[in-house]
């Protein structure tokens, strides 16, 4: 087993670990946790599917348009509960029904396009949620609270350099392989953020604010 695959696995583990943890106490906690614990819960059914498929050596590149749209739907909502002025709300909703009607209108103009990686998709699915992230750390200059903090401050990293591996296209193989362990890299501290998130916050049962 490769070193990449080790990592990879590593990370797989993490968010398992991370998905018992979020749905130990479900009920007890906020409406942002529990959109995030479904999210958790959507893109590890997501990559274990990817997993097995790949193992068989099926076709599974299908499966990155529900990991990048399910992960669009998921955090847009999260970061609308997190996000506590009305305008940054109304920016959610706007951009939330935007982006879905352009995927809508770009796969019924290019079906064909659901069989591949879609940098278009990519790029409008990731980029308002790096900007939603950037308009959560302004609203914790105003507010003193802690809450989320690493959460946002890991996914904020991961999908940057996420959206750049999928986007870079033809880059020298080397250099490829180098930003392909950054990336899985990035999304095991992702996953371990999320861990100290709720070991930091959520471990004792509260409920989360």
């Given at each position: 087993?490769?070193?990449?695959?080790?990592?990879?696995?590593?990370?797989?583990?993490?968010?398992?670990?991370?998905?018992?943890?979020?749905?130990?106490?479900?009920?007890?906690?906020?409406?942002?946790?529990?959109?995030?614990?479904?999210?958790?819960?959507?893109?590890?059914?997501?990559?274990?599917?990817?997993?097995?498929?790949?193992?068989?050596?099926?076709?599974?590149?299908?499966?990155?348009?529900?990991?990048?749209?399910?992960?669009?739907?998921?955090?847009?909502?999260?970061?609308?509960?997190?996000?506590?002025?009305?305008?940054?709300?109304?920016?959610?909703?706007?951009?939330?029904?935007?982006?879905?009607?352009?995927?809508?209108?770009?796969?019924?103009?290019?079906?064909?396009?659901?069989y591949s990686y879609s940098i278009f998709e990519i790029v409008i699915t990731s980029v308002p949620l790096m900007f939603y992230s950037l308009l959560f750390f302004i609203q914790k200059i105003e507010r003193e609270?802690?809450?989320?903090?690493?959460?946002?401050?890991?996914?904020?990293?991961?999908?940057?350099?996420?959206?750049?591996?999928?986007?870079?296209?033809?880059?020298?193989?080397?250099?490829?392989?180098?930003?392909?362990?950054?990336?899985?890299?990035?999304?095991?501290?992702?996953?371990?953020?999320?861990?100290?998130?709720?070991?930091?916050?959520?471990?004792?049962?509260?409920?989360?604010?």
């Amino acid at each position: 087993m490769s070193s990449y695959n080790l990592l990879a696995n590593f990370g797989h583990l993490l968010l398992i670990t991370n998905c018992i943890l979020f749905f130990k106490n479900y009920r007890s906690y906020s409406t942002a946790i529990k959109i995030f614990s479904f999210y958790l819960a959507t893109i590890l059914i997501i990559q274990l599917t990817s997993k097995y498929l790949r193992s068989y050596k099926i076709p599974n590149l299908y499966l990155s348009h529900y990991y990048f749209i399910g992960q669009f739907l998921f955090l847009s909502f999260f970061f609308k509960q997190l996000l506590k002025h009305a305008f940054y709300k109304k920016i959610i909703t706007f951009v939330l029904f935007t982006v879905l009607s352009m995927l809508a209108i770009y796969y019924s103009l290019y079906p064909s396009a659901y069989y591949s990686y879609s940098i278009f998709e990519i790029v409008i699915t990731s980029v308002p949620l790096m900007f939603y992230s950037l308009l959560f750390f302004i609203q914790k200059i105003e507010r003193e609270n802690n809450k989320f903090n690493y959460i946002v401050a890991g996914f904020f990293l991961y999908i940057l350099c996420s959206t750049l591996l999928f986007t870079a296209g033809n880059i020298k193989a080397d250099i490829k392989r180098i930003v392909w362990y950054a990336n899985v890299s990035l999304y095991i501290v992702y996953q371990f953020l999320i861990l100290t998130e709720w070991y930091t916050h959520f471990r004792k049962n509260e409920s989360p604010s």
